[in-house]
Nanobody, 126 residues
């Protein structure tokens, strides 16, 4: 089993920045690919960003390219999401997820991820 716990959500003004963290435990962290998803109010959960096991490859949804950065520190068993130039449409509950048997490409489908955190709320005011 893998446990994932997000933190760092909160309220930020449009144009501002916020950093999220997700701490993992239960299995060998360095063997997972990791992703961030978000679910705006009243809408479906969608892919935001993913990172390979080593951190050498990343992939982003078009809506956040150039503004968000995913990274990981395997020594700390933690994955991060740095969000810059935030927009009101970025407001959502953000979830981290672990793909314990990753393929060559970073997964974007929710069904490809095996474990999920509880989510952390990000609110963007305008």
């Amino acid at each position: 089993q893998v446990q994932l716990v997000e933190s760092g959500g909160g309220l930020v003004q449009a144009g501002g920045s916020l950093s999220l963290s997700c701490a993992a435990s239960g299995r060998t962290f360095c063997s997972f690919a990791l992703g961030w998803f978000r679910q705006p109010p009243g809408k479906a959960r969608v892919f935001v960003a993913g990172i390979s096991r080593s951190g050498g490859r990343t992939y982003y949804a078009d809506s956040v390219k150039g503004r968000f950065t995913i990274s990981r520190d395997n020594a700390k068993n933690t994955v991060y999401l740095r969000m810059n130039s935030l927009k009101p449409e970025d407001a959502a509950v953000y979830y981290c997820a672990a793909d314990v048997v990753p393929g060559v490409r970073i997964a974007v489908r929710q069904s490809e991820y095996d474990y999920w955190g509880q989510g952390t709320q990000v609110t963007v005011s305008s």
